[in-house]
């Protein structure tokens, strides 16, 4: 067969998978959204292998512009919170993540690596190759890291590859981290003081991670990311760090926050489950209450039947224990009650990729202006021990800044953790040409 024809036996299969794929675009006309951005994703994988061939067996992205509509990103919801937004992509495995301009939307695909299709406002789709998918994506966070960062709140992206990772900050230039001192970061452990992440990390202001556009769901790129960020604050303790999926109120969250003082322990509202509807390992904790109560802490067994008071501006202590479903409903009940509104909210949790879903909602949904929460698993004694430092050492008589306080008092227990801001930001749009 091979002497017969111009192409080797890998050609013509390669050919033949290439008009396969409009075949099935058309068969996949009526399947689910997931179904039809699997197909899409799956032939975003090879794309650059098919390239060569198009010009002979055609471009099936013509066929896919019909699987994917305007009214099926409305069903992504790109434009709505983040924790809607988490929502409806969790569903879709083949979506890492998007971002908006111009042009229209670019979807983040792919299982072996990321490609992308972009969607022009005409609703025509085009493949773009893996270079030109790796491009835009970079090209996008550059801009963003550099022109959003502000006086006070920079920005910082970090983009870990095979022979390290990339540090982008907000003057845009970047840090280079080889491997080896990658991973001495990634297990909490302080660079040189010469090393150029050492001479960035003392630098005053606050410093917000940056979340990528595949960081728009629970997945490899977020879990890595949150990872840095809790381990470069255990091995900085003197920097001050925080997550958020950037928008526009962002820099004025750090600022609340970076203000916000306490001075007694009445300044802390410490919620914890009634009795009646336990949590799995939420009794240990709870029985330090008499304790919280008697050091003058407020304190409030939540039966669901509590509604809040007031306009917000304490630090709420949320007792909860094992992250569960009984968890998740505590958590949304006492948000739907109020309590979070306006408040710096301290998550007393595991964790877990749940966890990720419930700070979102925390924020946006209940209106708190900051979650914190813990890198991976904490243990009641410790969260008894660092809580009843915070009442313990609050004397009245001067203030004291709520970010440096915790994270000591939690240092002490060897715990770390960071907050989280996320209010209401839509896909990312670019704000630049």
């Known amino acids: 067969m091979e002497e017969a024809t111009y192409f080797s036996k890998q050609s013509l299969s390669n050919l033949l998978a290439l008009i396969s794929y409009q075949a099935r675009a058309h068969i996949a006309a009526s399947a689910s959204l997931p179904e039809r951005l699997l197909l899409i994703s799956q032939y975003v994988d090879d794309a650059d292998v098919f390239e060569p061939y ?61 490609g992308a299709v972009e969607i022009a406002k005409s609703g025509n789709l085009a493949v773009l190759s893996k270079s030109e998918a790796k491009h835009r994506l970079e ?31 907000a003057d845009g230039s970047t840090i280079q981290l080889t491997r080896a001192e990658y991973e001495e970061v990634m297990q909490g452990h302080r660079l040189p003081p010469q090393h ?43 920097a001050r760090i925080m997550r958020d999926p950037l928008s526009k109120n962002t820099a004025e969250q750090v600022k609340k926050i970076d203000r916000f ?4 322990p009445s300044d802390l509202l410490v919620i914890v489950p009634d009795a009646a509807k336990p949590i799995p ?6 029985n330090i209450v008499p304790d919280l109560k008697k050091a003058g802490a407020n304190v409030t067994v939540f039966t669901g039947k509590e509604k809040a ?36 909210v301290i998550f007393n949790s595991c964790e877990a990729p ?14 708190a202006i900051a979650t914190f929460s813990f890198q991976g698993n904490i243990q009641p004694s410790n969260v008894q021990e660092y809580l009843l430092d915070v009442v313990h050492n609050l004397d009245g008589k001067k203030k004291v800044d709520l970010i440096g306080y915790l994270r000591d008092a939690v240092l002490k227990q060897n715990l770390v953790g960071t907050f989280t801001i996320c209010q209401e ?9």
């Not at 809607?84 to 939307?105: C, F, N, W, Y």
């Open 54 to 114: 198009i010009e002979i067996g055609g471009n099936p992205a013509g066929a896919f512009s019909a699987l994917l509509k305007p009214k099926d990103l409305a069903t992504l919801k790109l434009n709505s919170a983040s924790w809607e937004r988490m929502q409806a992509l969790q569903s879709v495995p083949s979506i890492h993540g998007a971002i908006q301009d111009k042009k229209g939307t670019v979807l983040f695909l792919g299982e072996n690596a990321i």
């Open 139 to 169: 090209s996008f966070c550059a801009s963003e890291i550099r022109s959003r960062s502000q006086s006070g709140m920079r920005l910082m992206g970090v983009f870990p590859s095979s022979e390290g990772a990339t540090l982008r900050t």
């Open 196 to 238: 150029p992440l050492s001479t960035h990390m003392q630098s005053k202001g606050t410093i917000v991670m940056y979340s990528n556009p595949l960081m728009m769901k629970e997945g490899e790129a977020l879990r890595e990311s949150d990872t840095v960020a809790f381990n470069l604050q255990r091995a900085y303790p003197e």
């Open 261 to 264: 003082a306490i001075a007694k």
């Open 281 to 286: 390992r939420g009794k240990a904790i709870a």
């Open 309 to 344: 008071s007031g306009n917000g501006g304490k630090a709420v202590f949320v007792i909860t224990g094992h992250i569960s479903s009984e968890l998740a409903e505590f958590v949304r009940s006492v948000g739907g009650a109020g309590f979070f509104r306006n408040n710096y």
């Open 354 to 367: 749940l966890t990720g879903q419930l700070i979102a909602e925390i924020n946006e949904r209940y209106g």
């Open 425 to 433: 930001m839509p896909v990312p749009v670019a704000n630049h040409d």
